[in-house]
T-cell receptor, first 109, second 114 residues
Framework: QQPVQSPQAVILREGEDAVINCSSSKALYSVHWYRQKHGEAPVFLMILLKGGEQKGHDKISASFNEKKQQSSLYLTASQLSYSGTYFCGTGANDYKLSFGAGTTVTVRA | EAQVTQNPRYLITVTGKKLTVTCSQNMNHEYMSWYRQDPGLGLRQIYYSMNVEVTDKGDVPEGYKVSRKEKRNFPLILESPSPNQTSLYFC?????????????FGDGTRLSIL
């Protein structure tokens, strides 16, 4: 079952902050975050694993609440390059990933 | 250069005509998977493979077949394509289990089934 992302879309001015949320009805082993620019492939941002391990970009921050099966991605001091569609992917075991419908972020000058 | 290569990038075909979309990775990754992307639905996993000769269904496997005879290749086969399989398809790979490693995506294949 796909995780649920919110909001569906957000518009920011440069320098503003935003939070994207991802929630699942299943117990989670991991949460992934990817960004996709129009017409391009999704690009890896971060993985958060059960137990607290994180792998990803230094400039991206995220949290993972294992008990609530929720994750949040924090866009801080947004730049024009942050525009795109953000997807969370959730893993309930080692191999199968389910992605959310995406959150479209538009950053304006 | 480390990459996942899909072919073709674009294909327009007709209902019922068998087609294969190839996917190849040069990173010696064990895990490979196929996704389809449709507006408003995000990425949905079709099939994944944990290693050579080991595959399993994702969330939307109906109408698709896969095989993993070599580590680097993971073709997606549509034996009798139908218009509801018109979509943007992505192949991805990772070092090992797909849920605990970053996924590297190919550039996508846009399929139109008339």
């Amino acid at each position: 079952q796909q995780p649920v992302q919110s909001p569906q879309a957000v518009i920011l001015r440069e320098g503003e902050d935003a939070v994207i949320n991802c929630s699942s009805s299943k117990a989670l082993y991991s949460v992934h975050w990817y960004r996709q620019k129009h017409g391009e492939a999704p690009v890896f941002l971060m993985i958060l694993l059960k137990g607290g391990e994180q792998k990803g970009h230094d400039k991206i921050s995220a949290s993972f609440n294992e008990k609530k099966q929720q994750s949040s991605l924090y866009l801080t001091a947004s730049q024009l390059s942050y525009s795109g569609t953000y997807f969370c992917g959730t893993g309930a075991n080692d191999y199968k990933l389910s992605f959310g419908a995406g959150t479209t972020v538009t950053v304006r000058a | 250069e480390a990459q996942v290569t899909q072919n073709p990038r674009y294909l327009i075909t007709v209902t019922g005509k068998k087609l294969t979309v190839t996917c190849s990775q040069n990173m010696n990754h064990e895990y490979m998977s196929w996704y389809r992307q449709d507006p408003g639905l995000g990425l949905r996993q079709i099939y994944y493979s944990m290693n050579v000769e080991v595959t399993d269904k994702g969330d939307v496997p109906e109408g698709y077949k896969v095989s993993r005879k070599e580590k680097r290749n993971f073709p997606l086969i549509l034996e009798s394509p139908s218009p509801n399989q018109t979509s943007l398809y992505f192949c991805a790979s990772s070092q090992s289990g797909g849920a605990n490693q970053p996924q590297h995506f190919g550039d996508g294949t846009r399929l139109s089934i008339l």
